[in-house]
């Protein structure tokens, strides 16, 4: 069965440093890897992701996150994090050739200026 | 990029009445649609997966009766909450795929409050 754990229940980061924001997942086979924002009272929306090539994935809003296949992760990053990046992050992931997506329970981001 | 479209996103019923929720893949033909229920501060829980022409496949523990989906089309699946109580109040999200492998779109949300 997938799972998708995300370790952090809260990050905060100060505006203009790096953010990193965790993601571990379990699958059978090769997954789809997946992030997602969510503003207060909002859908989510598709950040970026993973299917196959380059393990450096770039998405929208300047975010990226890199697939590391022996270590089952799909981390978030941003070089310079943004008070407007405040937001519910959720990872998650799909196994190929599957219908339902499995998200993790989410990291609340707060950049703080 | 791909659009989905949620309707209504607020609304307030009393209990005992039925209410409906549309969700409309609005630039492409979404073979399936999957609708979440999420409390606050909480992660989406997945209620159920509709499949466009046939019966939608329902999470565990979650009454397919009270929550009617149908997917007649390629681009509409609709959440009816039949009987409301005050306990559905919630927020519900869909989400539309093109197939397996493909990224989901997420729905604006639509919030339930029951009276």
Not at chain 1, 15 to 44: A, D, H, I, M
Not at chain 2, 3 to 27: F, M
Not at chain 2, 81 to 92: L, N, Q, R
Request: glycine share 8%; aromatic share 12%; charged share 15%.
């Amino acid at each position: 069965a997938q799972s998708v754990a995300q370790p952090e229940d809260q990050v905060n980061v100060a505006e203009g440093n790096p953010l990193t924001v965790k993601c571990t997942y379990s699958v059978s086979g090769n997954p789809y890897l997946f992030w997602y924002v969510q503003y207060p009272n909002r859908g989510l929306q598709f950040l970026l992701k993973y299917i196959t090539g380059d393990n450096l994935v770039k998405g929208s809003y300047g975010f990226e996150a890199e697939f590391n296949k022996s270590q089952t992760s799909f981390h978030l990053k941003k070089p310079s994090a943004l008070v407007s990046d405040s937001a519910l992050y959720f990872c998650a992931v799909r196994d190929m050739g599957g219908q339902n997506f499995v998200f993790g329970p989410g990291t609340r981001l707060s950049v703080l200026p | 990029g791909a659009v989905v479209s949620q309707h209504p996103s607020r609304v307030i019923c009393k209990s005992g009445t039925s209410v409906k929720i549309e969700c409309r893949s609005l630039d492409f033909q979404a073979t399936t649609m999957f609708w979440y229920r999420q409390f606050p501060k909480q992660s989406l829980m997945l209620m159920a997966t509709s499949n466009e022409g046939s019966k939608a496949t329902y999470e565990q523990g979650v009454e397919k009766d009270k929550f009617l989906i149908n997917h007649a089309s390629l681009t509409l699946s609709t959440l009816t909450v039949t009987s409301a109580h005050p306990e559905d109040s919630s927020f519900y999200i869909c989400s539309a795929s093109r197939g397996a492998g493909n990224t989901i779109y997420f729905g604006e949300g639509s919030w339930l409050t029951v009276v």
